[in-house]
């Protein structure tokens, strides 16, 4: 279906839709899914939206590794909450990507065999509890400053779902800065698994805003087609004004021995993350890469009994209202 959607440049790229589009965006309007949009918008929607629903999805994985071993039955309903929300974040960013006229197992197919990727950040393993409190605190953190923006994001549908997916994920964020909270208040040990989550997951989480301006290759156009409406560097900036006060208060320590307050430029200066190792990790090299993809493809191959099943059912419904009629 999304190879059909695909029409020539030259038929869909006429100069004058083009200026006429482009007068709607810089206008305010939204684009609605049966609106003429040029392919470039179209493909680069999906690009965006796809691998925003699979970070959703693949972020279960690390988290419903410790439902089973939650220190409470407070926590461990906390976390099943969490999780649940994510599926439905993955299941409302499926369907405005569908409106796209691409479907959800074709989505799921690019995954799978590598034509589409998940957020960086779900590649690294939760070795603690400490990381589910670093993963909401940091992780949702980091999303929330990603999907605030998105909110008023060109297109229609995908500016409607994220409005529902911020509220969640400000519960997200704020309970694993609860969680990080009580360990860095308890014991010495658990004060030091505190600082241990925060010292592993911290440049992974400034990965997660993508590469630097400079190295992005879709920027510039997401930016003047209000796809994305901050750069990548502005808001990792932003999270980490954000985020360091947080750890203070926290009594932990950033692990970036050159983090400092720049009384000029009004933000803290920090060290960059190393590109080459989210490069790497983006190319399917990261310490759990294969584990998720094999969850998936897992997944995709035991519920497909189900997916027969569901289509058989609804063919065999059509086919009586057919009879009908």
Not at 130 to 136: K, L, N, S
Not at 144 to 163: C, D, E, H, K, W
Not at 186 to 200: F, I, S, V, Y
Request: hydrophobic fraction near 35%; charged fraction near 25%.
């Amino acid at each position: 279906m999304y190879a059909q959607m695909i029409k020539s440049e030259a038929t869909q790229d006429d100069p004058e839709k083009l200026a006429a589009f482009q007068a709607r965006i810089d206008a305010g309007e939204k684009i609605e899914p049966k609106d003429w949009m040029p392919e470039g918008y179209r493909k680069t929607l999906i690009r965006q939206i796809g691998q925003h629903a699979h970070s959703e999805i693949v972020g279960q994985l690390p988290e419903g590794n410790w439902i089973t071993r939650a220190p409470t039955l407070e926590r461990k309903a906390i976390l099943l909450a969490k999780v649940q929300d994510e599926a439905g974040h993955g299941l409302y960013l499926y369907c405005a990507a569908e409106t796209l006229g691409v479907t959800r197992d074709e989505l799921t197919e690019m995954l799978l065999d590598g034509r589409m990727k998940y957020s960086s950040i779900f590649n690294y393993p939760t070795l603690n509890w400490a990381d589910m409190g670093a993963v909401g605190w940091l992780v949702d953190g980091a999303a929330i400053m990603n999907q605030v923006p998105l909110q008023r994001t060109s297109f229609g549908p995908y500016s409607r779902a994220m409005i529902r997916i911020c509220k969640e994920e400000s519960f997200h964020q704020r309970q694993g800065y609860d969680v990080i909270r009580k360990m860095a208040e308890g014991t010495p040990e658990q004060k030091k698994m505190a600082q241990d989550a925060l010292n592993r997951l911290w440049y992974p989480s400034l990965m997660m805003f993508g590469p630097s301006d400079k190295d992005s290759v879709h920027s510039a156009q997401s930016m003047a087609w209000k796809i994305k409406m901050n750069t990548n560097d502005e808001l990792r900036q932003k999270f980490v004004d954000q985020t360091v006060p947080q750890a203070e208060y926290l009594g932990l320590t950033v692990p970036d021995p050159d983090l400092k307050w720049n009384e000029e430029r009004g933000h803290y200066d920090y060290t960059d993350p190393d590109w080459s190792e989210f490069f790497d990790v983006i190319q399917g090299n990261g310490p759990c890469n294969t584990d998720r993809l094999a969850a998936r493809n897992k997944a995709w191959d035991d519920g497909k009994w189900v997916r027969d099943g569901m289509l058989a059912h609804a063919r065999k419904k059509a086919a009586r209202k057919h009879a009908a009629e």
